[in-house]
Structures are given as structure tokens and as C-alpha cells.
């Protein structure tokens, strides 16, 4: 393993890798973590690759012992039959949803899970009324390690049903969303309960980078000029520009795709970010939206979703809500991908990116399509 | 491509690739396809295998063209980590529900459906309530044909709505199971709709096959004693035997492995023909079971299915309602896979194959998990 330590950008703090942490315990930013590059750069070569899945990219990724597996990652890319017409450039679809519990959020979970059985840990938490929920009561499940998962009382769904098949506790809580993040906090602090945050801990981001590293690898390393993503909390975009970033440091790509956040109008604190050249994201009114991914009103991870746009001149962008349901419908009857609400967002978004120039003639487009439509099966009974 | 020929043993009827065909026109019986070994045996070499999943095995294959793909094929195999417990030898799980549509059908109407291209064929139907069904629906919604699906009017959940999502038409037939395929054999008879039914069409069969070459190719060529697999209208099995026969006959492998067919003891007219010798499976009065993807009391393919068992030296056993209900609970709680109950078939006969001696210690046992748990919200609900 080539992971040195834990540090917070915000505040300084910094611990070793054998530590348990989510968020920074001395100012609660995100943290990130630091290899030792230098070696990494002398020893692992991309032409020694091997396996498949996240395995493959193990030497990138910040753990002692193979991975608690469920054969995560390693998904098929399709190129888009249909969608691509309202674009100059070539669209890719990398199909996410076909992670084993439904979800691109195996990527991280892998990580978060195996990483807390490292440490010895033995109950594990999140808050979710959706995908991440499901995934970590499935690793979970495999890792032997007790789960709950904190829901807004209001949920409902596939998500719940899967949860509970996995065997995870499910905690309601009264009130709105942020009330299950409160009480998560609450409960867990000073626990042995391992708050496993999909928004925050530093581990599932780093789980997603295996995103950029297959993207980059199925384009021989040469990766696409743009990669278009859905945005809630950004862990999918933070974690996939950090994916690029490793690669770029060890010499293996030339260049990082631009990468573009897309968001629900009825919840757009990015965008608004984004627009009015904030530095980070501020509490945003929401209204509803079908896309219940990307319905975040103020993201943990706000500053470096930013960063991460700005820094590879990507740009932020809403879309209606019935341009979502104009590319769900597309996308299940054009393309053959059956995929949840969320999945079509950046889909959406793709026909304003060509039409303001961003995309341009002849250029590839990655859109990783998130999670699957038999999630959300009430949603399509209105179709 | 190396299909030389299509074939009835029952009656002699032959026609070459170029015809569209379902079962024999002249008898009924299931086609077969010949192919032309000894070329393929020059020409195509194990070692020289490129791409990822079904293309990968694409001379193999009988398609002139690459095939219309969602990305189908390649899945993840995973160790049991606890199922194993219960046997003595090594439980290997090869998780088909990732398929793009949620199922293993996936493998089989990928060719079907790029086989009806090839023959100019602009109108798909096929009868299934089930995966088969929804996995037509999404292939032809990419490959820009017409599908009709046919279904008892009982039928529901999640499935139906998938159908419905990619824009088939679903056509509703009153009375028991049978009626929909009495009529949409009346219905196509004549019409330039070609029936693509995976109960019947060797193509879907023979897209099945892959899952043989994986599982070969997945152990080094040397492959596992044992596969265990759910047996309802027989593609499955008969397809699995059709792909390890063609890898003897090229001499990629040594050996076949023992396949054993699982069924439903409220539904187990292989199981009857099996313990009985005789050489085709009869009419089965039948009863409910929550593993309806193996509900088949009189299946088509009944000789094949007996045929492949015996050659292997397998045998084909039924598991109670209660055996299948604990086994969906194990592999979700333990196993942290989310599968519906007719992935659970092959895993609650398992112990049964151990008690008896089947399955002996140090052997390795393969199941693949064939549909997703998501499909099949309703039942979990009860859990």
C-alpha cells in the first residue's frame, strides 16, 4: 500500500492511515489522503496491470489486503445509438448500474467497508435513503460487520427493501433530510460505531477514483475530452477528478478530461456557485425533484466540486425536470438502458454543453450512468 | 462466423444460417445449430481471445456482424463466504444478475435479437413475464425494432414495468401461462413478426453458451467438477452443456463438468423424468412457488435438459419452498447479494448435493446468481 497519511487542507490535522476517521475530528472539513508517489511512480507500471474489477488498480488504492468484494467495477462502456444525434462529439456510456447492489457507490463502498475491517471495526453506520444506503448494507453484509442506515422517516422504495434484505437496522427519523444526518452524528460519537459517511469519509471517494483510472485505460490512456456527472454530494465528481489527478502525477495520462457537473434545477447550489464564482457552495432553497440523487442542498464536499470544475474547465450547468424525464424515456427507449431518475441528469444536460460550444466537433464524451431504474420502480409507473 | 447450418435431429429439417427461424417449421422440436469445427479448430486459437464479455468469444459465436450489445456478459465471480460452509468443496458464485437487464437472458437475446437484424427482421414478440421478456424489450429498444411481449394478465411487478419503460407493447392474455404462448404463435403465424422466444430459439440458446466459455476460461481453461444451476424451460442448462462441449470438441478443455438442474418441488417435471429414467419430461400438475422463473410444468426443451444432466453425469433434484426462502435470506444477510427467489434454486440444493456425497471435498462448485433481487420488490416485502 502506498497510502502515507491523512491530512485536513482546511486545518492541518493529520493522522496515520491505521486511524479511524470521516470527517476531520478537529474542524469537520473532508479530509484527503497522501501517498508516497515517488514510489508508487518507480514500481507500478500501467502495463503490469492485472485481474479485473477494482483489483485490478489495488496499488492505487489505499488498502493493506484485497478488497471484501461483491465484483464491483470492471462495467461496460456502450456507445450511445441515439442520444449522441443532438451532439457533435461521440457519446460513451459507462454503465454504472450494473455494480452489484445497482449503483456506482460499490466503487467507494468497497473501500470504506474493507478499510473499516483493517482497522477492526465491527458496527458500521451511514445516512441514506438511497444507493449508498443499499450498498453499504450489502458490503456490509459480506463483511460480517453490523450495519445500520439512518432514513428520513418519509422514505420509501426499492432502497428500503433493499436495505433490509441485506439484514442492515433501519433507523426512521422524523423530520427532513438533515435531521438523519443529525442524529447519525448524535448516536455514533464517542461509539464504537464507525459513521462510514459516503458524503464524507476520504475512503469512498477514493473508491470512485477507480472510475477515472478504467475510463482512462478503455481509452488506452488517452482519455476523452469530456466526462459529464450527475451532482449531489460529489463524491462522484471529487472522486473521479482524483482518479485523473493520480493518473496525470504518475505520468500515465497527458491531459484531464473536462469535467462537468450537472444538476436539477429545483436544486442547484453548484450552479449557483458555479454562476456567481462563489468559492463554495451556500445553503440553497429546493424545491422537488424526480432526481433524488442530486437532491443536496448544500453539499459537504461544495469547495472542491468547484475546484475540481474550475480546475479542469469543466462548467455547471441545470436542467429541467422534464428534460430529465425527456432522457429517462430516451435512454430506456432509444438506448436500452433502464436506468433511475438520477442516471439521466447529466444526459440532460448534454444538449445544452453542445449547443454553448463546450462540446465540440469530433470530441469523445464519457456520461457514467449511475444507478439502475429498477430501484425506483414507482417512478416509472407514471410513464 | 462458423455456423454452417441449422439443424431439427427429430425430423431432419435443415436450412442454412440465412433463414429466420424459432423451432423446427416442419416438426416443433428445438433447432440446433452446426458449425464448422474443423476450421474453427485451425483458425481460432484460446490464447488469442481479445475484448470483453460475449464480443470476446466472438467466433465462437453465430453472427456475421458484432453484435448489438448493452454490454452484456463478462460478470464478476465471487467466493462464497458463507453458503460454502454448509458443502465441502469451494462455492464459486458467477454474479449474472449484473447483466444490463438484471438476468443471465441478457446472454441469449443478445444473438437473437442481433441475429433478427441481420435477417432484415423489423418486428420482435416473444411471451415471458419475466426476465426473458424484459430483456427483449431492452435489446430491441436499441437495436431500433418493434417488440411486442406477451404476458398472462396476472402478471406484475417490477418486471412488467421494465417491459412497458423501454417502449414495448404488452400485450395482456387472459387465462393460465400457456395461453400466451398459444397466442402469439397464432398471432406471428404468417406475419413478418418473428417469434424470438427464448424457451425455443437456438440462437438464444447458443448465446447462453458464453457462460460456459467464461466460467472455462475464468479457471484457467482447467474447469470447476461441478455447475449448478436453476432449471426451468432449460436454456439455461442445455445452453451451459452446449458451451462446455463446443470447448471439448476444440479442445480448449479436458474435461465437462457435472451440471445438476435444481427445480422447485411444486414444480419439478425434470426432477420426476429424472428419478423415473425416462427420456423426456410429461405433464406436470404443479403448484405455486415464489421461484417463478422456474414455473415451467411441461418444458420444450425437456429431452435436451435430461440429455445434458445424464451425459454430465449430473443430477437434477427439487428443493421446498422453505429451502429456497432460506436460501435468499443466507445470500443477501451473508453473501450480501440482493437476488430474487429463483437465484436462491440452485443454492438451497446445494446441501442436498453435499449430503449425498455428489459434491466431495476439495471440489469446486460453480452457481451462477442468475436475476437481480431488485425485479422482485414485492416478494421481499414479506421477509
Not at 477528478?241 to 493520480?246: A, L, V
Not at 442547484?268 to 462563489?278: G, K, M
Not at 436542467?319 to 430506456?332: C, G, N, T, W
Request: include cysteine; aromatic fraction near 6%.
Amino acid at each position: 500500500m502506498y497510502l502515507k497519511e491523512v491530512v485536513c487542507d482546511s486545518c492541518g490535522f493529520l493522522c496515520d492511515p491505521g486511524t479511524p476517521v470521516t470527517a476531520c475530528p478537529d474542524c469537520g472539513s473532508p479530509l484527503k489522503l497522501r501517498y508516497d508517489f515517488d514510489r508508487m511512480e518507480r514500481e507500478v507500471k500501467k502495463d503490469e496491470l492485472s485481474g479485473t474489477g477494482i483489483s485490478r488498480y489495488r496499488d492505487l488504492i489505499p488498502l493493506d489486503e484485497p478488497p471484501i468484494s461483491l465484483g464491483e467495477g470492471g462495467t461496460p462502456v456502450v456507445l450511445s445509438s441515439s442520444i449522441s444525434k443532438d451532439l457533435s462529439g461521440e457519446l460513451y456510456l459507462k454503465l454504472e448500474f450494473v455494480n452489484p447492489t445497482g449503483s456506482f457507490k460499490d466503487r467507494g463502498t468497497v473501500i470504506t467497508v474493507s478499510k473499516a475491517r483493517e482497522w477492526g471495526i465491527e458496527v458500521v453506520a451511514d445516512d441514506s435513503s438511497g444507493n449508498a444506503g443499499a450498498s453499504l448494507a450489502g458490503y456490509s453484509a459480506r463483511a460480517g460487520l453490523d450495519c445500520t442506515i439512518y432514513v428520513p422517516a418519509s422514505a420509501s422504495g426499492g432502497k428500503i427493501v433493499q436495505v433490509k434484505s441485506y439484514g442492515a437496522e433501519l433507523k426512521e427519523v422524523p423530520g427532513p433530510r438533515e435531521r438523519a444526518t443529525e442524529k447519525i452524528v448524535e448516536d455514533t460519537a464517542g461509539t464504537n460505531t464507525y459513521y462510514a459517511s459516503h458524503n464524507l469519509s476520504p475512503y469512498f471517494s477514493e473508491g470512485i477514483k477507480t472510475l477515472a483510472y478504467e475510463i482512462s485505460e478503455g481509452f488506452e490512456w488517452n482519455p476523452p475530452e469530456h466526462v459529464v456527472v450527475p451532482v449531489g454530494g460529489g463524491a462522484l465528481l471529487v472522486g473521479i477528478h482524483s482518479g485523473f489527478q493520480d493518473l496525470a502525477r504518475l505520468g500515465w495520462i497527458d491531459r484531464i478530461p473536462r469535467l462537468h457537473g450537472i444538476q436539477a434545477e429545483a436544486c442547484d447550489p453548484v450552479v449557483r456557485a458555479y454562476e456567481n464564482s462563489w468559492d463554495r457552495t451556500r445553503p440553497t432553497e429546493s424545491g422537488p425533484t424526480i432526481a433524488e440523487g442530486v437532491h443536496i442542498s448544500n453539499p459537504d464536499r461544495g469547495k472542491e466540486i468547484l475546484e475540481a470544475i474550475r480546475a479542469t474547465g469543466g462548467v455547471a450547468l441545470s436542467v429541467s425536470e422534464s428534460q430529465v424525464k425527456r432522457s429517462i424515456q430516451e435512454l430506456a427507449r432509444k438506448e436500452g438502458l433502464f436506468v433511475e431518475p438520477t442516471s439521466a441528469v447529466p444526459l440532460a444536460g448534454l444538449k445544452q454543453l453542445s449547443d454553448q460550444g463546450v462540446i465540440e466537433s469530433g470530441e469523445r464524451v464519457v456520461v457514467p450512468v449511475t444507478g439502475s431504474g429498477l430501484k425506483d420502480i414507482e417512478d416509472w409507473k407514471g410513464f
